[in-house]
């Protein structure tokens, strides 16, 4: 069973700093690598998701780097504020069960004040 | 607004009732899903649906029944709770497939089973 490996387990930051989690992942037949965000209480909401025919995707203070020969993704969080205190979950493609994700075990981030 | 739509927000059990979660979206959504969360384990899958009247176990279907009748509507059943189906559930939908698209969640429902 595709297996999806999350680091950190947790992570506190402080402000103005940056966050970075990372996803290993098993297969290398995906397309698709997405992270979400997670706050208590809410379900989780995608924030940004890449493709494997680039490296790396911006949007605002958020940056996917992606390693295809290492089979890793990883999700750069610049300029960390308080609103970002979260838990953050990589997901990759499944083999089976419709295409649906299997989703890595989630990073809290903490940003300090 | 548009979305996905579970009610109710909260539910405690007594072992051995049964209860419906209800899934509603109005996205014209083909795939829906059901997850539970667990702490430290992300989410698992427990059932999925490809469109009306198609429905699939994930991996963790057991003591779980699922239809899909119309395309916004995906309850899940659970049979005879057990305490080890606390849980927090998030239903999904998404366009075909959700690897392309991602899924939009639902905002959960905290169920306790005592």
């Known amino acids: 069973q595709q297996q999806v490996k999350q680091s950190p387990q947790s992570l506190i930051v402080q402000k103005g700093g940056i966050s970075i989690i990372n996803c290993a992942y098993e297969n290398t037949a995906f397309d698709y690598f997405p992270w979400y965000q997670q706050f208590p209480g809410k379900g989780p909401a995608l924030l940004i998701a890449?493709?494997?025919?680039?490296s790396e995707k911006k949007e605002g203070r958020f940056t996917i780097s992606f390693n295809k020969s290492a089979k890793q993704f990883s999700l750069h969080i610049m300029d960390s504020q308080p609103g970002d205190s979260a838990t953050y979950f990589c997901a990759v493609k499944r083999e089976n069960y419709g295409q649906n994700f299997v989703f890595g075990p989630g990073t809290r981030l903490s940003v300090l004040p | 607004n548009a979305g996905v739509t579970q009610t109710p927000k909260f539910q405690v059990l007594k072992t051995g009732q049964s209860m419906t979660l209800q899934c509603a979206q109005d996205m014209n959504h083909e795939y829906m899903s059901w997850y539970r969360q667990d702490p430290g384990m992300g989410l698992r899958l427990i059932h999925y649906?490809?469109?009306?009247?198609?429905?699939d176990q994930g991996e963790v279907p057991n003591g779980y029944n699922v239809s899909r009748s119309t395309t916004e509507d995906f309850p899940l059943r659970l049979l005879s709770a057990a305490p080890s189906q606390t849980s927090v559930y998030f239903c999904?939908?998404?366009?075909?497939?959700?690897?392309?698209?991602?899924?939009?969640f639902g905002s959960g429902t905290r169920l306790t089973v005592v």
């Open positions: 890449i493709r494997p025919d680039v």
């Open positions: 999904a939908s998404s366009l075909p497939p959700p690897s392309n698209y991602g899924y939009t």
């Open positions: 649906s490809v469109g009306a009247g198609i429905t």
